[in-house]
């Protein structure tokens, strides 16, 4: 199917159930929109039926949660596959997947679970990411996970085996700075120097959430819910790399207590503000 | 206590997964093995525990969602506390083996049909096959396409032969309850009214289970007589071994096919030489 050219430029929301059909019958003023790919794999549903009508008037990120790509198990070739048709049909501009595993055995935990930050994991990585970009016949982009524990036998840190990854398989990043701020918050380690030591070139795309912080009785923990506002200490983040990335697509992602579509677009367009997009 | 080295992320990663699946059962041994993990982890102000425990809540939790969402009613008629322990039981002993959930919810009613528990009780069973249906044809994209050019071509002498398709936005189902009338009041409560007679759910009922033309499932009360051809459609009877099954003619049987065909739930035909009863 051929669609029309669209830039996927500026900033975009993640495109969640309860606002497809304001795109169904109309283009709401956004730049982009990304899509959650496992929520699309299955050709004859309402879903992708509806994905291809809005992928006429939107570019279009797939994004994924499924490819675990950081266990040992070896690639799930059957999903890999899926992908690839989901992608051959949609035709994004972007695919991307995250630094993390999620099952082991051939059983799925639907959660994004941590990895040691050694030489070990970040071979296993470029090999599978070199896996499927060779299946997809594309580059595909990495994002950082939250995290709320970290392994003693690190060879390295988040952001340096995340440039070792993409200059040695020619992935690109996907940088979400919510999950930076989570995790350096909960490791106690500085979000600042995370960025400082991050390879910019190879950022390709920029998400941007909520989170939630949960008081525990030895003190407060940050969870990655998705389901609030950005915070200021994010927004701060962004003001401070505002040059390196005005020029970078960026993502509003909202997945829990999903709130009105005018909502989402206001934040979306705080987010061009803070970039220096558009006049605040 | 077992040790790793640095260059075994399965072994990590078996460690991890079974700290997410371990249940602290009273009268139950802790395995000596989910000791390991914890000496693996980094300090923090956090119990590993804590920390594990996020990752734990995440998965579970959000497959606890999910059931909650596809069997709303299901829960209603069991209660939310066995509803809770059963799901749990579910998450725990039937894992997910997909990087998607697409097929998760129909899992749960194989479950539910295997509980000793639930073996007094078909329709608990029956209700949540009944939510499973109507939630997986809600996803189906369908466009009502018949050829009635094709069927007009068809000479007189061969409708016995007809075999029409039911579409596969269509699913039967039959109770010795009236589960459409549970649904109902179960999904929307009646406000107390003295006045108002109780319901007599212990009566047998046919339902078809359809996409309406808004593109939502519905539930439709069908007769018995209908029911038959209906399920005789699905086992890939002919007209005339239909009109056989209840003693009916071509003819009335047409003029019922075409309400059917203009509700949906038949979407083509074939011409069949002749019937083999164990080729359908």
Known sequence: ?280 | MPKINKDSLGQLQAYFTKHLTHRQVADQERPAELDSLPSLLEKSHFSPEQLINIYRNNFVISLRELLEQLFPVTQALVGNEYFTQTSRQFINDCPLKEPHLNHYGGKFVSFLDRLKALEHMPFVVQMANLEWHLDRISHIYYEPNFDFDALAQIGGDQYPNIHFNLAETCYLQSSRMDLIALHNDLSEPKKTNPSTQETNYQQQSYILVLQNHQGESALMPINHQHWVWLTGLQNGFTLVQLCDMENTDIASLMAQITDWIALGCIDGFSLRAEFNPNQP
């Open chain 1, 1 to 280: 199917m051929a669609y029309q050219k669209h830039m996927l430029a500026g900033t975009g929301i993640g495109l969640r159930q309860p606002h497809v059909e304001h795109f169904i019958h109309g283009t709401p003023p956004i730049g982009w929109l990304e899509v959650h790919s496992e929520n699309y794999l299955q050709e004859n549903s309402k879903r992708r039926h509806q994905l291809r009508h809005i992928r006429n008037d939107y570019a279009v990120s797939c994004h994924g949660i499924g490819l675990s790509l950081g266990s040992s198990d070896p690639l799930n070739l059957n999903h890999l596959k899926s992908l690839k048709s989901l992608f051959d049909d949609i035709q994004p501009s972007l695919i991307s997947e995250h630094l993390s595993w999620s099952s082991l055995n051939g059983r799925f935990y639907n959660d994004l679970l941590p990895l040691p930050y050694t030489d070990e994991s970040l071979h296993h990585m470029v090999s599978q990411v070199n896996q499927t970009q060779e299946s997809l016949g594309r580059e595909i982009l990495i994002e950082n996970p939250s995290s709320y524990l970290a392994f003693k036998h690190a060879d390295m840190s988040e952001p340096e085996l995340l440039n070792q990854l993409s200059q040695r398989s020619g992935c690109k990043l996907l940088l979400d700075l919510n999950n930076i701020f989570v995790s350096c918050s909960n490791m106690n380690t500085d979000p600042y120097h995370y960025l400082a030591v991050i390879n910019w070139n190879q950022v390709a795309e920029i998400h941007l959430a909520g989170h939630t912080v949960k008081q525990l009785p030895q003190g407060e923990i940050r969870i990655d819910t998705h389901n609030n506002p950005v915070c200021d200490e994010v927004w701060d983040m962004v003001d401070a790399y505002k040059d390196k990335l005005q020029y970078i697509p960026c993502l509003i992602e909202w997945d829990a207590d999903i709130p009105s579509l005018e909502i989402l677009i206001a934040e979306a367009k705080k987010a061009q503000q803070h970039l220096g997009l558009t006049n605040a």
